[in-house]
């Protein structure tokens, strides 16, 4: 059984797995200027637990890409709209200690909300990273992103990581992410991998929790639907025609759809025809719980 020591946080299960685990940003700078002063690099995953294997492949991939290795557990309040479920967010800090204690993890930061914003998150300053953030996620989720960029400039100025790892499962955060380091200048490699996907295809996220069993059976028509418009377009149907048939065959199923769109992989413009590298994105929503999905595609 594991259990959490009085004062340093430390996680320690049967086996004698030990993760040190830190609140405060003090505690946090403190391993960073010592693994700092040694020539030691550092990789961060900043995540808002509930990890799964998507996650854990980046934990996997960063361990190899530096010296150390953070993870960050903060369930940001700033990126959720009001009618949004930061609430109901699943909360899973002990599950996600006991699963990141199984990498060569040198140490979690999982800050309370006060620590992050401790004038509130009204008043803080923000950092808007402009044009990406106000289309397709950021369209629908007003605020979504300056919340994210805010956070994520935040744990880097706490960390001071080397390299960052990112999902591209959230296609759209990775390229604001990208763009806030070019613009800010910000002396950080930001790495990406592929989405994780279970065995039928439906993308590895935090949200799937909230599907009900048949809701969960439904979901991977979000990822068919993604696949088809890939595979016609590659067949040389027009993707203007596939994506309405996706959005159609979306909403006959039950789901309430946001867009399905095809965008220039680089910047998410819309595409001319001599654009090839694409990427097809869709959000829609299948009773409360709201589902993203991307597939990357080459046109010949
Ligand atoms: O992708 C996420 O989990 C979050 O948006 C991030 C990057 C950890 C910022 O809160």
Same mark, same amino acid.
């Not at 959230?170 to 490699?189: F, H, K, N, S, T």
């Given at each position: 059984?594991?259990?959490?020591?009085?004062?340093?946080?430390?996680?320690?299960?049967?086996?004698?797995?030990? #993760?040190?685990?830190?609140?405060?940003?003090?505690?946090?700078?403190? +391993?960073?200027?010592?693994?700092? @002063?040694?020539?030691?690099?550092?990789? #961060?995953?900043?995540?808002?637990?509930?990890? %799964?294997?998507?996650?854990?492949?980046?934990?996997?991939?960063?361990?190899?890409?530096?010296?150390?290795?953070?993870?960050?557990?903060?369930?940001?309040?700033?990126?959720?709209?009001?009618?949004?479920?930061?609430?109901?967010?699943?909360? =899973?800090? +002990?599950?996600?200690?006991?699963?990141?204690?199984?990498?060569?993890?040198?140490?979690?930061?999982?800050?309370?909300?006060? /620590?992050?914003?401790?004038?509130?998150?009204?008043?803080?300053?923000?950092?808007? &990273?402009?044009?990406? @953030?106000?289309?397709?996620?950021?369209?629908?989720?007003?605020?979504?992103?300056?919340?994210?960029? =805010?956070?994520?400039?935040?744990?880097?100025?706490?960390?001071?990581?080397?390299?960052?790892?990112?999902?591209?499962?959230?296609?759209?955060?990775?390229?604001?992410?990208?763009?806030?380091?070019?613009?800010?200048?910000?002396?950080?490699?930001?790495?990406? #991998?592929?989405?994780? +996907?279970?065995?039928?295809?439906?993308?590895?996220?935090?949200?799937?929790?909230?599907?009900?069993?048949?809701?969960?059976?439904?979901?991977?028509?979000?990822? +068919?639907? #993604?696949?088809?418009?890939? !595979?016609?377009?590659?067949?040389?149907?027009?993707?203007?025609?596939?994506?309405?048939?996706?959005?159609?065959?979306? !909403?006959?199923?039950?789901?309430?759809? !946001?867009?399905?769109? &095809?965008?220039?992989? /680089?910047?998410?413009?819309?595409? @001319?025809?001599?654009?090839?590298?694409?990427?097809?994105?869709?959000?829609? %929503?299948?009773?409360?719980?709201?589902?993203? !999905?991307?597939?990357?595609?080459?046109?010949?």
């Amino acid at each position: 059984m594991a259990h959490f020591q009085a004062h340093n946080m430390s996680l320690v299960d049967d086996s004698g797995i030990s #993760l040190e685990t830190v609140e405060t940003i003090v505690q946090l700078r403190a +391993r960073i200027q010592h693994w700092k @002063s040694m020539g030691e690099s550092i990789a #961060l995953v900043p995540t808002m637990g509930n990890l %799964h294997d998507g996650h854990l492949a980046l934990v996997k991939a960063a361990a190899e890409s530096c010296r150390r290795t953070v993870v960050s557990i903060f369930v940001n309040p700033m990126q959720f709209g009001k009618n949004e479920d930061f609430d109901t967010y699943p909360r =899973t800090l +002990r599950d996600d200690i006991q699963k990141l204690s199984h990498y060569p993890v040198d140490l979690v930061f999982a800050p309370t909300i006060a /620590e992050i914003y401790p004038q509130g998150t009204e008043t803080t300053t923000q950092v808007i &990273v402009q044009g990406l @953030s106000d289309i397709l996620e950021g369209e629908h989720r007003p605020g979504f992103f300056t919340g994210v960029a =805010t956070v994520v400039n935040k744990l880097f100025n706490i960390v001071q990581p080397d390299i960052a790892w990112f999902g591209e499962k959230d296609y759209q955060q990775l390229l604001v992410i990208r763009q806030m380091v070019r613009d800010l200048a910000l002396p950080i490699e930001i790495h990406a #991998l592929p989405t994780v +996907r279970e065995v039928d295809g439906l993308a590895m996220s935090s949200r799937n929790n909230y599907l009900d069993e048949k809701q969960r059976r439904l979901a991977v028509k979000l990822y +068919r639907c #993604l696949r088809h418009v890939v !595979d016609s377009s590659q067949q040389g149907m027009a993707y203007h025609y596939a994506v309405v048939h996706a959005c159609q065959e979306l !909403d006959e199923a039950g789901f309430m759809t !946001d867009y399905v769109v &095809v965008r220039r992989r /680089e910047d998410l413009e819309v595409p @001319s025809e001599h654009d090839k590298s694409l990427i097809v994105l869709a959000a829609a %929503h299948l009773g409360d719980t709201r589902l993203i !999905d991307n597939l990357a595609f080459e046109l010949m």
